[in-house]
């Protein structure tokens, strides 16, 4: 049986499985945000091969958007963990229960 | 061949992917940051099977290069020794591993009795020309262009914000 499009997307709901369950087990910030790019990975993922079994190139447009505004949002959220760090000295969620600083 | 290479390529994007979330031997978000880097190339492989070349080169640049340099200049920067002391809870990880089970066997469960199947007979490659031509010629995706370059310059201003030392 040769590699159609089902084998990609089940592969990135694999993926986005993986990520989800980064986001749920680990409790290191970074690590989350990690996770967090697993599952924007596996989404594009699935966006490709839409893209490649359909005969159209909208979907990979779209990947080149998701990338661009994950880049953006990486070095926010990054920016606003170093904040954070600093005022708390940790990088823990379960140190970051309170909303007040 | 390239559909060892799809087996290939989705098995180590797989197993990379789970030691970024769940590496037994080593809590150190480094090591999650380099394992996140194979499985990006690796996705980037499974791109060019795909025929994206040029969305292959942006993942291997845009991932691979600018955001996980950015990930370890921040990792270098806290102190996260202590990450390496603590447990994993028990019950976050029984209760994880059961939701994330569940979502993962919906998702297959919904492949299955769509039935997607193989797809249209592929054409179009996804080279660096026909995705400039998609982008611009149509004037469909003019304007989220110009919108995804004041985000971009919205995220610059605001992460030098962020990261100054005292907000005035």
Known sequence: MSVGLEH???????????????VIMRRNLLVIYMSLELMLNAANLALVAFSRFNNNLDGQLMV???ITVAAAEVAVGLALIVALYRKRQSAHVEDLVSMKL | MQDILFYLFAALTLLCGFLVVANPFSRNPVTSAM?????????????????????????????????????????????????QRRRYKLYGAVLGLASVAGLGWL??????QSGVGAGLQPGYVGDTKSLGMALFSRGEFLLPFEIVSLLLLVAMVGVILLSKKDLK
């Open chain 2, 107 to 112: 998702l297959v469960k919904t492949l299955w």
């Open chain 2, 35 to 83: 394992f996140l880097v194979l499985t990006i190339v690796s996705m980037a492989g499974l791109f060019v099977l795909l025929h994206a070349f040029f969305l292959a080169a942006v993942q291997i640049l845009v991932y691979a290069g600018a955001v996980m340099v950015l990930f370890l200049f921040v990792i270098m920067l806290l102190d996260l020794k202590e990450e």
């Open chain 1, 64 to 66: 080149f958007f998701i």
């Open chain 1, 8 to 22: 990609y997307l089940i592969v990135s709901a694999a993926l986005f499985s993986l990520g989800l369950l980064g």
